[in-house]
């Protein structure tokens, strides 16, 4: 079901796959559903709802890797148009590493007027890429700055504080870049003999921090600063964290959690220092 994770006010978006794309909208102050859709298509009717974001006016924007774009919706399910341009080339085509080609789309954020989709499956020059909102092609991140370097298979990319935070997955690290599109910083998720583990989500909170999803053999979530000092650690396992997938902001610093491989939903303190579990997905849908 593994899918993304949104919050705007008291609205908390959930995306997930089981053979279609779905996304479920809940009140977070009724816990009761406002919105459910779904799609399909291509050859075989499969689609795949990934990482999920939601704009000042209200409209999703979610992921859609089977297809190779972002759908952008209403609350409601009614779509209004797609991001990235269409290609012929084969899903595993080097040629497919281009400007505005989106290759298996895996996350998408919101900032100001850009939406940042990171995707790929393996090492892409172009695999964090920028638009509109209306789906007009801007400049690329650069990995590291650097023209020729790649991103290696992001899983995960957020806003904070008028940066572009990116979960940098098979490179362990997490890459920081200005709204311009400059690159910052960049900091590793584990140094010296610490255990290995990749980032899979990320979210960015009003004090400067950053929270990170890891996968690995270090899975669970973290704490770092802005710079990349460890701050706190939660290994899955502890304090009933299983298997984090997803991260959202709810904008006044707790921190929803997507866990039990996309079948749960968590609400955190911004310190990592307690959770409380808001929603079972799968019992919210197919029942106990």
Known sequence: MIGGLAVQKNLLCVSFTDARGRVVLVDLADRRAVSFFEWGGGEHGLAAAGGIAIDDMSTLFVADSEH???RRFTLFGKEL?????????????????KVGVLTHPRAVAILDDQVIVACGEGRLKYGVQRFTRQGTTLPPLRSHGDLEATFGAPRAVATAGGEILVADTLSGEVQRFRASGEFV????????????????????????SVVV???GEAQGLVRFSRLGQRLRTVRSGEQGLEHPTALADSGDGAIYVLDRHGDRVQRWSPDLESGEVILDLAEYLYGP
């Open 68 to 70: 190779h774009v972002v």
């Open 81 to 97: 148009g797609r991001i990235g341009e269409v290609s012929e080339l084969s899903r595993h085509a080097q040629g497919r590493d």
């Open 185 to 208: 910083h960049a900091f590793p998720l584990q140094r010296g003999s610490e255990r290995p583990g990749r980032p899979v989500a990320i979210v960015g909170l009003p004090d400067a």
């Open 213 to 215: 999803a890891v996968e």
